[in-house]
Each structure stands twice: as structure tokens, then as C-alpha cells.
Nanobody, 127 residues
Framework: QVNMAESGGGLVQAGGSLRLSCAVS????????MAWFRQAPGKDREFVAA????????SYADSVKARFTISRDNAKNTVYLEMNSLKPEDTAVYYC????????????????????WGQGTQVTVSS
């Protein structure tokens, strides 16, 4: 059983920054490839960023490249999403996802590739 808890969301003005955290418990974080997805009202859930088990592989959605940074600290069983230069269109519920994989360097960008999900944290960017 894996439990995941996101934190760090909130209300911020456009141009501001937030840092999301995802604490994983129940199994060592090093077992999982990790990712962040988001879902805005009335829209489908979309990929934001992913990091491989090893941390060497990283992928971003084009819409967040150069603004967001994903990282992981396996010793703390925590994954982070540093979000800078936030825009109103970044407003969404952000979800942390974990997927078991045998490949330490693979990065996965599809929701179907992740078996475990957190409850989400709301990020609201005002203009």
C-alpha cells in the first residue's frame, strides 16, 4: 500500500512562485517513477513533469518548460515541483503520481502509466 500526500498549493499572483511537495509513505520512493499532473476545471488531466526512478531522466510539458522544475529526494521519500513565473493558465489541481518500473532511467508522461495518485493540491494564480 502506498500513500501519497501533496502540499504547498495556494493562491499566488501571476509571476509568483510555489513549491509543491509530495510525501510518499508505505514503500521506498526509489521504487517508483514519479510525475506531476494537473487538471483545470472543465479540462482533462494533463501531464506536467516526470522524473525517473534514478532521477537522471526528466521530462516536462512544453507549457511549463523553463518555468517548472521537478526533483526527488529518495532519502526523504519526497518529490518536489518548483513552479516559477506562474501564469493564470497554470491554475489547476496538481496531482502527484507514482508508478512501479523495473527501469531506473525511464520517464513516463502518460497518466495510464501511473498506478498510484495523491488527492491533489489546488494552485490558483490570479492575474
Amino acid at each position: 500500500q502506498v500513500n501519497m500526500a501533496e502540499s504547498g498549493g495556494g493562491l499566488v499572483q501571476a509571476g509568483g512562485s510555489l513549491r509543491l511537495s509530495c510525501a510518499v509513505s508505505g514503500r521506498t520512493l526509489a521504487t517508483y517513477a514519479m510525475a506531476w499532473f494537473r487538471q483545470a476545471p472543465g479540462k482533462d488531466r494533463e501531464f506536467v513533469a516526470a522524473v525517473s526512478r534514478s532521477g537522471d531522466g526528466i521530462s516536462y510539458a512544453d507549457s511549463v518548460k523553463a518555468r517548472f522544475t521537478i526533483s526527488r529526494d529518495n532519502a526523504k521519500n519526497t518529490v518536489y515541483l518548483e513552479m516559477n513565473s506562474l501564469k493564470p493558465e497554470d491554475t489547476a489541481v496538481y496531482y502527484c503520481a507514482a508508478g512501479i518500473t523495473s527501469f531506473a532511467w525511464f520517464v513516463y508522461d502518460k497518466a495510464s502509466q501511473y498506478a498510484y495518485w495523491g488527492q491533489g493540491t489546488q494552485v490558483t494564480v490570479s492575474s
